[in-house]
Structures are given as C-alpha cells and as structure tokens.
C-alpha cells in the first residue's frame, strides 16, 4: 500500500464547476499538507500549506484535512480553463522528505 | 528574483552513461531537494541537500549520488543509466511553507 493515495482521473468539468479533488494517507505522522499544481512540461507550483487539521482558504481554492479520517481535500470554485492542470498533494511529518501522490489530471472545458 | 534554475532542459543519454544535473535555488534559499517524476506519476525523493551535506535520502540506489556547493547550488549525478531512469528530474529549493520547483531536466535514457 502507497503511503499516500490520489485518484489519477483524468476529471473533466465545465466551466464555472466546483472541483472536489482528494487524497487518502496511512502514516499518522503526517503533520503538514500541501497542494500543488503543475502544468505540463514544467515543475510543480505550490497551492496550498496546511498544518494539522482544519480548513484554510485562499482565493477559489479551500483545503481540507481531516487527519482522524486520514483524508485531505482540495476545493477550486469557478472553475475556470486555466485551472486545466495535474493536482498533486503531498504531506511530510516536518523532515525533509515530503511524499507526493501520483496527481490527479483535470480538465475545465469552456 | 529568480526562482529555482535547472540545466540542461534536455537530454538523451545511453544506458551505461553517466549523468550530471545542475540546479540553482532560489535566492535566500539554502535547501535543496532533488527528486525524479516518472510520466504519470507523482515526484519521489531522491534526496535532499543542507549545508553541504546530504541530510536525508529515498529509497534509490547509490547510483543516485549529489554535491552542494558554498553557493548552495547543487549537482545530481547518475551512473550506470538504466532504460528505467528515464524521468523528469526536479530541483526543489525550501521556503518557509513547502518548496519551489525548477521546471525540471528530462532524462531520456536509450
């Protein structure tokens, strides 16, 4: 079992469309939660930094994490084509060595 | 400011070559972090880099082996290429929340 599980897609949705993307985990040790987004043919970019559990928000995007569920969360509200990219999370226990999920591919058509 | 630099961009190497990748963090930043991203797949860590010394390695081989200069800028190199190191390779130097990524160098193995 990977330490960290994210649902490949690809996700297609109109424009304007809330976006629900997720990730489950299995090492309770995790304490700091990211997102990140990446285009193609270039690097990851970070979105989003969460410490602990909770809800943080940032323009149209909110994480989630729920870490008694091991479970984390990433809302886009309207949706826009730009927004057409890989999300990936990726969580550490405070070390050096983040682990990422295998991203999730969207698609936002106009 | 310039965020995190990579070279080269590309490269085709034989298997049983060796290969050395360089990157430049960004300003300000003096950790450096390498990992590998498969197609399709999310980054994995290789290895990361803290006042010149290795401080903490993923699961690859010793085949995988770095250098950080004074200057903080950092060299991957590989030897023996396997057909399967065939990969986008990604600096990542640390800010105060998560990491910023270079656009990568894509190692293609033949």
């Known amino acids: 079992q990977k330490e960290v599980e994210q649902d490949p897609g690809p996700l297609s949705v109109p424009e304007g469309a809330i976006v629900s993307l997720n990730c489950t985990y299995s090492?309770?040790?995790?304490?700091?939660f990211m997102w990140y987004r990446q285009y193609s043919r270039k690097g990851p970019e970070l979105l989003m930094y969460t410490y602990s559990s909770g809800n943080k928000e940032d323009g149209r995007f909110t994480a989630q994490v729920d870490k008694s569920s091991k479970y984390i969360s990433l809302f886009i509200r309207d949706s826009q084509p730009s927004d057409s990219a890989t999300y990936l999370c990726?969580?550490?226990?405070?070390?050096?060595?983040?682990?990422f999920g295998a991203g999730t591919r969207l698609f936002v058509k106009a | 400011d310039a965020g995190v630099t990579q070279s080269p961009t590309h490269l085709i190497k034989t298997r049983g070559q060796q290969v050395t990748l360089r990157c430049s963090p960004k300003?300000?930043?003096?950790?450096v972090s390498w990992y590998q991203q498969a197609l399709g797949q999310g980054p994995q860590f290789i290895f990361q880099y803290y006042e010149e010394e290795e401080r903490q390695r993923g699961n690859f081989p010793d085949r995988f082996s770095g250098h950080q200069f004074p200057n903080y800028s950092s060299e991957l190199n590989v030897n023996a290429l396997l057909l399967g190191d065939s990969a986008l390779y990604l600096c990542a130097s640390r800010a105060n929340y998560g990491y910023t990524f270079g656009s990568g160098t894509r190692l293609t193995v033949v």
């Open positions: 990726a969580m550490n226990t405070g070390g050096f060595k983040t682990i």
């Open positions: 090492n309770s040790a995790f304490q700091y």
């Open positions: 300003s300000g930043h003096d950790t």
